[in-house]
């Protein structure tokens, strides 16, 4: 099992920066894959950023040159820096993980809590 706490989230002006924090426990040996999704009200959970175990990253057309996803293995904690922020950032952003049960290697998918971003203009 992967379990994830995340952490950082808040009320920013535009054009501000926010931290977001996910720490993974659990069987981190296991995990493939990470990421941030956001959902806004009224609109679909989309994929925001990912980052895979061998450090490749991929971000969403909006968030490019804005966004940054990096981890920490020591602390096995995945990060999304995000700068000059504005009002359609604002969301519910949920960390998520990738793994694979053991033995078995059967893929999972893993969410934390949700945090809110939210952003005034």
């Known amino acids: 099992q992967v379990q994830l706490v995340e952490s950082g989230g808040g009320l920013v002006q535009a054009g501000g920066s926010l931290r977001l924090s996910c720490v993974a426990s659990g069987n981190i040996f296991s995990i493939k894959a990470m990421g941030w999704y956001r959902q806004a009200p009224g609109k679909q959970r989309e994929p925001v950023a990912t980052i895979t175990t061998t450090g490749t990253t991929d971000y969403v057309d909006s968030v490019k040159g804005r966004f940054t996803i990096s981890r920490d293995n020591a602390k096995n904690t995945v990060y999304l820096q995000m700068d000059s922020l504005n009002a359609d950032d604002t969301a519910v952003y949920y960390c998520?993980?990738?793994?694979?049960?053991?033995?078995?290697?059967?893929?999972?998918?893993?969410w934390g809590q949700g945090t809110q971003v939210t952003v005034s203009s």
């Open positions: 998520m993980a990738d793994w694979l049960v053991l033995l078995t290697n059967s893929p999972r998918r893993s």
